[in-house]
């Protein structure tokens, strides 16, 4: 049986695939952990490489989405197909490192109800002008949803199976992370984190942390989702 699955979505990220594969095959040791790296539309040769350097590795494979239509909507298709008891995805750009995710299955392992835990990194090692842009989404996040939302893009998110088919209509780009982080606490799942180191990028750049023109971008996108996830789920009650 497969205790967990780790979903990976990756884009255009062709020249970290084969240091991720190798981190993966490294240090996710388990036979009951599954890896599934998504190919989210790339447009550069990922296919090929991903194919090649997960050859060896029969714990892990692959699902590709031959649109790119959003973040979010990567890391679902993973999801769908996942076998695993828990559920859980981090990022393809070796910034957080993909073995993080076996101190949260720890964590999973240790406690008496595994199912009603949500668990997350927490991010240490960053650029203050970064930590402050967290911070102030955070504050907002909090002010506008009423939860204490901080954070929220650290990686890895590990949850149930059963949580993850409660999910209702999950947003496709990037405020999935958002979502599932507020229905969590909509839930009453009881958050835990724990300290992930968070480096450079090895190769290749960010697809949204490009300068601060992208940022603005950005926070219009999330605040306006927040403000549609908030009415939205207000009409509900």
Known sequence: MTTLSLVIPCYNESKNLPLLIERCAESINRSDVEVILVDNGSTDDSPEVMKKNMLPYSFMRSVRVEKNVG????ILAGLNIAR???LAWTHADLQTDPADVLKGLEIIENSFEPKELFIKGRRYGRLLSDSTFTMGMSIFETIILRKPLFDINAQPTLFSRDFFYSLEDPPLDFSLDL???YMAHKAKLKIKRFPVYFGER???ISHWNINWKAKVKFIKRTIDYS???YSSLKKKK
């Open 71 to 74: 973040y979010g909507h990567g």
């Open 179 to 181: 979502y599932i982080y």
């Open 227 to 229: 403000f549609h996830l």
């Open 84 to 86: 695993g008891k828990y």
């Open 202 to 204: 090895v190769h290749g």
